[in-house]
């Protein structure tokens, strides 16, 4: 079954680490964003002493980011399990306070990926 893995990292440092363990696994066509949480933003507005909404703003205008988010489909439960195999190494184990968050969701179409390595059942 067909299924997107998406990983919140919460070590930036760690970013490059994970990107060549997957890709090592043999994920192909890994998306990469910078994030920030609501928790973060929460946080910055504590200390800063600013209301909420406030700091939202100014956080959402900012380049400073708390998260790197990955994710990729896999059409095997083995591929699945490498990556988030190599997600619990590089972070020491997810189940560690401030590591990371890591969910799959069921894919149930791929458009537009071609390669090798690619999903290919709705071009048939």
Same mark, same amino acid.
């Given at each position: 079954?067909?299924?997107?893995?998406?990983?919140?990292?919460?070590?930036?440092? @760690?970013?490059?680490?994970?990107?060549?363990?997957?890709?090592?696994?043999?994920?192909? $066509?890994?998306?990469?964003?910078?994030?920030t949480g609501i928790g973060n933003i929460r946080t910055s507005a504590e200390i800063a002493n600013l209301p909420f909404y406030l700091s939202? @703003?100014?956080?959402? @205008?900012?380049?400073?980011?708390?998260?790197?988010?990955?994710?990729?489909?896999?059409?095997?439960?083995?591929?699945?399990?490498?990556?988030?195999?190599?997600?619990?190494?590089?972070?020491? $184990?997810?189940?560690?306070?401030?590591? $990371?968050?890591?969910?799959?969701?069921?894919?149930?179409?791929?458009? $537009?990926?071609?390669?090798?390595?690619?999903?290919?059942?709705?071009? @048939?």
């Open positions: 079954m067909r299924q997107m893995i998406i990983f919140v990292l919460n070590n930036l440092d @760690k970013s490059a680490d994970l990107l060549e363990a997957w890709e090592a696994a043999g994920a192909r $066509g890994i998306t990469f964003i910078n994030t939202l @703003k100014d956080i959402l @205008k900012s380049k400073h980011h708390h998260h790197c988010t990955f994710f990729t489909v896999v059409d095997n439960d083995n591929l699945l399990e490498k990556l988030i195999q190599a997600a619990q190494d590089i972070t020491g $184990g997810l189940e560690k306070p401030n590591t $990371g968050f890591l969910f799959t969701v069921p894919v149930s179409s791929v458009y $537009g990926m071609s390669s090798d390595n690619s999903i290919t059942d709705n071009q @048939k």
